[in-house]
């Protein structure tokens, strides 16, 4: 049997890890940022531009070509793709390519494409 004692409201029965985690929590600010963080990957288009940056590199009218889109689209989600620290930009001549911002954006992005896939074949076997 499991002891269990009071802490605050409710019953706990694992108090070192209820401790590890209170520990470990991040502040409201850093919660706040994750939650832009998804929101701002929350959108299809914008997922579809990253999408395309995980093969290479790309100009606007590059993107906007592959997506079937208009120029000024992409251009206004690549601005906030860009504020989010989620790509860079880098110019040569007249031309200005995007890219992922650093390999944790693409890892994520990379994980979440495999960690759907995986589910997916989950689900048809089940």
């Known amino acids: ?7 605050g ?5 694992d108090a070192e890890t209820v401790d590890l985690v ?7 600010g850093r919660f706040n940022e994750l939650s ?6 929350g959108d299809q288009t914008r997922l579809k531009i990253l999408y395309a940056l995980t093969i290479s590199e790309m100009c606007v009218m590059d993107i906007a070509a592959a997506l079937n889109m208009e120029r000024t689209a992409i251009s206004h989600q690549l601005r906030t793709l860009k504020s989010a620290r989620l790509v860079r ?3 040569d001549g007249k031309s ?3 890219s992922f911002d650093d390999e944790h954006v ?3 992005f990379e994980l979440s494409l ?5 589910k997916s074949r989950w689900e048809e076997e089940a």
Not at 1 to 7: A, G, K
Not at 114 to 118: A, D, N
Request: glycine fraction near 10%.
């Open 114 to 118: 495999e960690h759907l896939s995986h």
């Open 106 to 108: 693409s890892g994520i």
């Open 1 to 7: 049997m499991t002891d269990t004692f009071s802490m």
């Open 36 to 41: 832009e963080f998804f929101k701002i990957l």
């Open 89 to 91: 930009a880098r110019r």
């Open 96 to 98: 200005i390519y995007y």
């Open 22 to 28: 209170i520990a470990g929590m991040p502040g409201e």
């Open 9 to 13: 409201e409710g019953m706990v029965l």
